[in-house]
C-alpha cells in the first residue's frame, strides 16, 4: 500500500434533466402566468424551443391580448393572435413611457398661444384668440385635413371649455347659461340657453349631457346637494331635463341606446348604499335598484375615515369620463378635519356588465385640493400621466401596480418660450435682488398662460406648451400625416 491518496472524484455542475414548467398542464401554467407580464412571456419565449411553444399556445396569448386589451380600454375588439405582439408592445411603451415616435407641431407664427385644447378619436381640436373673434381649428392627425371657423360671439367670454365628440363640438362659457354646438361634417350651428350657469357638459356621439351644480355650490357643506341632468339630442335638437339627483357621484350616457345610468351614494350607511337608475333621453325611468358598495378593492391598511370626521366632496366634474362608450370613472376625495389631508377613491361603471366598484388611488396628493385637469391625462382606465407644476416633472401611474415614475419634461429645441418661462419659474422659488417683482410679474403674466397642458388617449399623449405640441405615439400602427410637423430635436442635442 502506497502513501499516496487517491484524488477526489472532480465535482460536475448540477444540469436539471426535467423541465418542470414544460411537464406542467396548460391550465396550471395559465394560473402562473396571471403574475407576468407581456415582457415576462417575451423572455421566456427565447429560453427554449419547448418553451417558446407552450409561451406562444392560443390559450396564453388569448389570456394576455385579453389582459392587454382591458388596461387599454377597449376589451371586445377582434384582434387576431398575428396582432397580439404589437399591442403587447403598445401597453409596455404606455408602462414605460418609451413612445413608438415623438414629433414637435409649432403653433401658428401669426398667432397667440392658444386656447382650450382638446383631443379624441385623433383629432386635435383649439381655438386661437384673435382682435375682433376667435378663431376654431380642428385637425385630423390621420389624414392631416384642418377645419376652421370663426365664432364671433366667443369674444364676450373670457374662458370657453368644450368637449368633442366624434362629430360634434360643445362649447358651454365660464359662469354663463349659453351653450353652442357644431356639427364638424356640416358646419350647422345649435345654440340653447341653459337654465343653470354653473354646469358640466359632456357629449357622447349625439347627446350632450348638462349637469348643473350651480345651486348647490362645492363649498356649501350644509346644504343637501342636487344636481339636475339635462340631455340635449342635437340630432332632433331637443332639449330635456331628466331629473334631479340628490348625492349625486357618477354617471353614465350610452349614447347607442340613448340610456343614462346615474349613481347617488348614501356615504352615511356602511357598507355604503348605491342607488342606480337608468333614464331614457326623454326623462322615463326605465330601471332602479339599491346595492351596497364594496370597498374590497379598497386596500385594508389605509383607514377610510370616519364620516362624522371628514367631508365628502364631488370633485372637478369634468373627472367623470367614459372609456370607449364603455366604462366611466369617477374621482372622490374624503377629506379629514383632524387629519388635514384627502383620501382619493375612484369608482368605475363599467356597462357591459352593469357593475359599480371602487379603488383606491394611491397616487393621492399630500394637500387637498380640486383636479386640474388640464394637467392630467387619463389615457386609460388603469393608468394617468400629470404634470407637476411644482417639481417640473412627469408623473406616471399604473392603477393595478401602484408605481410612479419621476421623468422630466424633455424640451423639444424649438421650445425657447417654455423653457424661459419655466426657468423664470425655478428663479421665482429662490430669493432674489430687486428684479424679484419684475420676476415675479412676469411668473404671474405666464401663469395665465399655462406652460404645459396635457391631453391624449391611449394612442397618443400631447404636450402643449407656449411654442407648440409636443405629440408622443404609442400605438404602432398609427401613422401621423401631418405636414406641418417637424421630427422631435432633444434641445440638449441641439447645440
Not at 396569448?61 to 399591442?87: P, Q
Not at 372609456?323 to 369608482?347: E, N, P, V
Not at 424661459?420 to 420676476?439: G, T
Amino acid at each position: 500500500m502506497t502513501g499516496r491518496s487517491e484524488s477526489a472524484p472532480e465535482a460536475r455542475p448540477f444540469q436539471a434533466t426535467y423541465d418542470i414548467i414544460g411537464s406542467l398542464p396548460v391550465e396550471v401554467l395559465l394560473d402562473i402566468v396571471k403574475y407576468f407580464g407581456p415582457a415576462d412571456v417575451f423572455r421566456c419565449q427565447r429560453t427554449s424551443k419547448r418553451w417558446r411553444s407552450i409561451f406562444s399556445s392560443d390559450s396564453i396569448i388569448k389570456f394576455f391580448l385579453r389582459e392587454t386589451l382591458m388596461f387599454l380600454g377597449i376589451e371586445g375588439v377582434d384582434v387576431s393572435a398575428a396582432d397580439a405582439i404589437d399591442y403587447f408592445k403598445w401597453q409596455h411603451r404606455l408602462l414605460r413611457v418609451q413612445p413608438v415616435k415623438k414629433i414637435f407641431l409649432p403653433w401658428p407664427q401669426t398667432s397667440d398661444v392658444p386656447l382650450n385644447i382638446a383631443y379624441r378619436s385623433r383629432r386635435l381640436y383649439y381655438c386661437l384668440p384673435g382682435d375682433d373673434a376667435y378663431e376654431f381649428e380642428m385637425l385630423d392627425l390621420e389624414t392631416g385635413e384642418r377645419l376652421t371657423w370663426t365664432e364671433d360671439e366667443a369674444i364676450k367670454m373670457d374662458q370657453w371649455y368644450h368637449r368633442l365628440s366624434d362629430r360634434y363640438v360643445v362649447f358651454n362659457a365660464y359662469e354663463t347659461s349659453n351653450l353652442i354646438a357644431w356639427d364638424t361634417h356640416t358646419l350647422q350651428r345649435y345654440t340653447r340657453q341653459l337654465p343653470c350657469s354653473f354646469h358640466h357638459t359632456s357629449i357622447h356621439k349625439d347627446k350632450a349631457v348638462i349637469v348643473d351644480y350651480g345651486s348647490n355650490p362645492l363649498d356649501d357643506y350644509e346644504s343637501e346637494p342636487l344636481f339636475p341632468i339635462y340631455i340635449w339630442d342635437l340630432s332632433s335638437n331637443r332639449f330635456q331635463k331628466v331629473s334631479t339627483f340628490p348625492n349625486l357621484y357618477l354617471w353614465h350616457m350610452n349614447a347607442n341606446e340613448g340610456i343614462l345610468v346615474a349613481f347617488e351614494i348614501d356615504w352615511d350607511k356602511h357598507p355604503p348604499e348605491v342607488q342606480e337608475t337608468k333614464w331614457t333621453v326623454t326623462g322615463q325611468l326605465v330601471n332602479r335598484k339599491q346595492f351596497p358598495l364594496s370597498l374590497s378593492d379598497c386596500r385594508t391598511d389605509r383607514k377610510v375615515f370616519e364620516l362624522s370626521e371628514s367631508r365628502i366632496r364631488l370633485l372637478d366634474l369634468s373627472t367623470n369620463i367614459t372609456f370607449s362608450h364603455r366604462k366611466t370613472m369617477a374621482q372622490l376625495c374624503f377629506y379629514s378635519d383632524t387629519l388635514r389631508r384627502g383620501l382619493w377613491i375612484s369608482l368605475m361603471y363599467d356597462q357591459a356588465i352593469d357593475k359599480l366598484s371602487a379603488r383606491l388611488d394611491d397616487d393621492s396628493p399630500p394637500v387637498y385640493g380640486m383636479v386640474n385637469t388640464s394637467d392630467t391625462a387619463i389615457l386609460t382606465p388603469k393608468m394617468k400621466y400629470t404634470w407637476d407644476k411644482n417639481l417640473k416633472v412627469f408623473r406616471v401611474f399604473h392603477r393595478d401596480l401602484g408605481m410612479v415614475d419621476m421623468l422630466p419634461y424633455q424640451m423639444d429645441a424649438r421650445e425657447l418660450h417654455t423653457c424661459e418661462f419655466l426657468r423664470l419659474q425655478l428663479i421665482s422659488e429662490v430669493p432674489a435682488p430687486s428684479d424679484r417683482d419684475e420676476i415675479m410679474e412676469l411668473i404671474m403674466e405666464g401663469l395665465n398662460r399655462l406652460p404645459l397642458r396635457i391631453f391624449g388617449d391611449r394612442e397618443v399623449l400631447g404636450v402643449a406648451s407656449c411654442d407648440g405640441i409636443q405629440l408622443w405615439l404609442f400605438n404602432p400602427n398609427f401613422t401621423l400625416n401631418l405636414p406641418n410637423a417637424m421630427p422631435f430635436l432633444p434641445m440638449e442635442e441641439s447645440g
